[in-house]
């Protein structure tokens, strides 16, 4: 608008069709102060005195703002975030240690920590990292989550120190600076750094992000924080080959961590190995889909579909690992296998999308993902699979209908979309 009326102003001309010379003011030519001139100085004069306060309380509030929000350096974050991190022992009936893990308070009262830390414990401590620490009984079990290897802590201690953790609302970028705050090998409030090396998917987890910042047992719980001293994952120490490889899961999971009725520790059940085989070979899989190992992950996710045909989650990893194999066709079976066990499932028409689109047939892609976003209208992934699948067969104007809902939903994902595609609203 600013443009257009700009060119309409330099091309007017004079009834000659010349161009009419634009007025030149200068306010030391004589004969400026006449009364119309005078009073537009008058005016300038006492806007300036009205608007020069305002001026310097702005300039004011930006500098506080900014001297605020300066990144702080990472002895200054950590002193901040520690008192939120606590060190976790457990003890058998006999009172002799079990393990030891760590945890952090996700809001006053309630410590969040790996599931195994605490299973087959009868009984629990959490100690502060803060000061001198301080030592309080662990109540019992507010809510655990099998598959995210999570659990949720009540702790008896005083409310009058309330302590709670921030958490991320985005996912890490990979690159990104990290720290970790734990109690590895018993050294508790061990402080390591590093960055985020990967972040991947496992379905029916989430988000994993892998880590180059040193853990050991006993890091097991910690929180992951990112410079701002927001958590944004849950260290799980994974082992392979006698290595660790460091992982942490998402904090988006925590938000299936909603506190329940209190249960004791000794009602977690203990895994039998020996017992249910399709329960044993999934468990066993997902470990191995957690360390990225696709091909054994595979051969644990097809005997338990096989042992088990009418488990629905067995039949969607089998189809994630055809399609990390490439097997893209033999993918589309499984996930159709899924679907007739969840016909309502968007989580398993979204992966169904995935496997038709890494197989080129983009019209079913579409499909697949339409029916997902149609489901649940505020799944984020299933519009940006659709804006991509969209633009790929050259339908711009559906493909910005959907830019336009993921901007909505998933700012971080829509930016995502346009570096990839150039779409933007």
């Known amino acids: 608008m600013a443009a257009f009326f700009y060119s309409e102003l330099v091309s007017k001309t004079s009834a000659a069709g010349r161009p009419r010379p634009r007025p030149q003011l200068t306010l030391n030519q004589p004969g400026f102060s006449t009364p119309s001139t005078a009073g537009f100085r008058l005016v300038t004069t006492q806007s300036m005195k009205r608007i020069f306060p305002q001026l310097l309380l702005l300039a004011v509030s930006l500098f506080s703002f900014q001297q605020t929000h300066a990144q702080e350096s990472l002895p200054d974050l950590v002193k901040r975030v520690k008192p939120a991190v606590v060190a976790i022992a457990t003890y058998d009936a006999d009172g002799e240690p079990v393990m030891t893990g760590s945890g952090f308070f996700l809001r006053p009262g309630e410590v969040v920590t790996n599931l195994h830390v605490i299973r087959g414990a009868k009984r629990c401590e959490v100690k502060t990292l803060d000061g001198k620490g301080k030592v309080f009984p662990v109540a019992g079990t507010l809510a655990i989550d099998e598959e995210g290897d999570l659990a949720l802590l009540s702790v008896e201690m005083p409310r009058e120190r309330p302590r709670a953790s921030e958490i991320a609302e985005a996912l890490p970028d990979e690159g990104e600076s990290i720290f970790v705050i734990g109690n590895p090998l018993k050294l508790e409030g061990s402080v390591t750094d590093g960055i985020v090396s990967a972040v991947r998917e496992v379905p029916n987890v989430g988000k994993i992000i892998q880590i180059t910042a040193p853990i050991s047992h006993g890091n097991s719980g910690s929180p992951v924080f990112n410079l701002k001293g927001q958590v944004i994952g849950v260290v799980t120490v994974k082992v392979t080959n006698g290595q660790n490889i460091n992982l942490a899961i998402g904090v988006a999971r925590l938000a299936e961590l909603r506190p329940g009725q209190l249960r004791s520790l000794s009602v977690i059940p203990v895994r039998d190995r020996n017992g249910d085989v399709a329960e044993s070979s999934y468990r066993t899989g997902l470990e191995s889909l957690w360390l990225g190992n696709y091909d054994s992950a595979l051969g644990y996710f097809e005997t338990a579909a096989n042992r088990n045909p009418r488990r629905a ?39 169904l999308g995935d496997a038709y689109y890494y197989a080129g047939r983009l019209s079913e892609a579409i499909a697949s993902y339409a029916r997902a976003a149609n489901i649940r209208p505020s799944f984020a992934d299933a519009h940006y699979n659709l804006a991509v699948a969209y633009f790929e067969s050259g339908n711009e104007r559906l493909a910005l209908n959907e830019a336009k809902i993921l901007r909505q939903l998933d700012g971080k994902l829509y930016q995502r979309l346009v570096s990839e595609t150039r779409l933007e609203q």
């Open 313 to 351: 989650d067995a039949w969607v990893q089998v189809g994630y690992c055809k399609v990390k194999q490439g097997k893209n066709e033999d993918a589309i079976r499984a996930y159709q296998h899924a679907l007739e066990l969840r016909p309502e499932s968007e989580e398993i028409h979204n992966k």
